[in-house]
């Protein structure tokens, strides 16, 4: 039986913890839709970005990545997607593993959709044009069911009246929304958000963390990168904690922000807790639907 209050425990990862158990339990002993399994990445800097990483989600959760800078939760996340090469180790998308190169490669990678911190919106192209072009290029999808499905998709996000609208007209919080609205339009099984409300004004966090609450709640299995600790308690169904490139711990939301094992969560949990909340004005905006 595993004790919350075992603050002594030496990982933070219990192979006899019941809540994991019970996780794969829920998940009616499916294996999971995104495996990664022991990742190593070295850059050819040197550094160590990761270093033997394994987590998993199943069809429909929400996982959240929380931890400090530098460690490696981003370049995780572009191996997940194939953008980053891995050195040992493997990760499965479906059963499938994941590749950087070739046709592999690109068939995973339209399976997932990927939101960056900084929107790669197209700078000379409409919403509609932004989100229509991976259907009509990769999917190759006639023109009008194309632009029926972008609009669809902007309408998802809120933003149905911003179709003709340039990236340099719209807020930050509307252009995130457009990525999300992109990386939707290609129907993926999963997303994965990097830090997509860290390059945001506070005051359009709230938008961008509205739509993304909506998708969890349809039940698009994501792996979400967030400093933003009140999403991540409310919304994931298990949260991961990465320090250095190893994962120090992970939970139930309510276990890693309640009753953290190590020393090391504790303080980066009061850390975040206690730096200036550049985000408090979105969050005010948090449970308003999208304009
Ligand atoms: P996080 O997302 O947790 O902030 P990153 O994955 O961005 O962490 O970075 C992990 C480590 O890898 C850091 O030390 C960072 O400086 C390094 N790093 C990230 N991207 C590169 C890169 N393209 N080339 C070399 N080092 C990198």
Known sequence: MTNDTDHGAETGRDPNDDRRDDRRRHANDEPPLINIENVFRRYPTGVEALRGVSLFAHEGEVVCIIGPSGSGKSTLLRCVNGLEPIDRGRILVGGREVRVKGREAREIRRQIGMVFQSFELFPHMTALSNVSEGPRTVLRMPRDKVEARAREFLAKVGLADKADALPAQLSGGQQQRVAIARALAMQPRAMLFDEATSALDPETVGEVLNV??????????????????????????????MENGQVLEEGTPKRIFEAPRLARTREFLQRVEHAPAPTAQGLQAYNRPPD
């Open 212 to 241: 993304m609450q909506q998708l969890a709640q349809e039940g698009m299995t994501m792996l979400v990168v967030t400093h933003e600790m009140a999403f991540a308690r409310s919304v994931a169904d298990w949260v991961v904690v």
